[in-house]
């Protein structure tokens, strides 16, 4: 039997936490929540769910959050089996909760996300070989070629070479106290 994550409008879910009711979890990667998220949720990321140790009181409700909701929808059965009684997700994410003009603590200072620096790289990395293919000679399409053969790589292997290598760049370290 498939697992129903019940979906909630931002306003639901701010009821909820208001009253003491809800637990928010923020199944994002550490970098994205890093970056913004709502006040109060726990991050647990999916892509170590399994691993996590999620407690939370059996009375609450579970309330699971990504950026859109499509993490959540995708992850639906895995999100729920961690839960008794019923699972809720806010739906639209942290854009619905955003756009509904809710509040949400941001720092600016942490870097984008891996894998928006990953679309930003590969996408100029592209571009870069496409118009140096045309203007300077056609062994730059190369170029093109390759990061393309990379993100084919990325998708059917779950690992990117680029984003491990964006992890190392000095912008993306932790800074330590």
């Given at each position: 039997m498939t697992a129903i994550l019940h979906k909630l409008s931002?306003?639901?879910?701010?009821?909820?936490?208001?009253?003491?009711?809800?637990?928010?979890?923020?199944?994002?990667?550490?970098?994205?929540?890093?970056r913004s998220h709502i006040k109060g949720a726990q991050s647990q990321?999916?892509?170590?769910?399994?691993?996590?140790?999620?407690?939370?009181?059996?009375?609450?409700?579970?309330?699971?959050t990504c950026r859109?909701?499509?993490?959540?929808?995708?992850?639906?059965?895995r999100l729920a089996a961690r839960v008794t009684g019923d699972a809720f997700v806010l739906d639209g994410g942290l854009n619905a909760w955003e756009k509904a003009?809710?509040?949400?603590?941001t720092n600016a200072d942490a870097p984008l996300e891996i894998m928006r620096q990953v679309q930003i790289a590969a996408g100029s990395l592209v571009l870069i070989g496409?118009?140096?293919g045309f203007f300077v000679a056609p062994a730059w399409f190369g170029l093109s070629a390759f990061?393309?053969?990379?993100?084919?790589?990325?998708?059917?292997?779950?690992?990117?070479g680029m984003a491990r290598l964006l992890m190392l760049m000095p912008w993306n370290r932790v800074k330590t106290a």
């Open positions: 931002p306003q639901q879910v701010r009821e909820r936490i208001d009253a003491g009711r809800a637990v928010l979890i923020d199944i994002r990667e550490p970098d994205e929540y890093a990321p999916l892509s170590v769910w399994e691993k996590a140790h999620l407690s939370v009181d059996p009375d609450a409700d579970v309330i699971f859109s909701g499509m993490r959540t929808t995708g992850a639906c059965d003009g809710l509040p949400v603590e496409v118009l140096l990061v393309g053969a990379g993100l084919t790589f990325a998708g059917v292997t779950g690992f990117c």
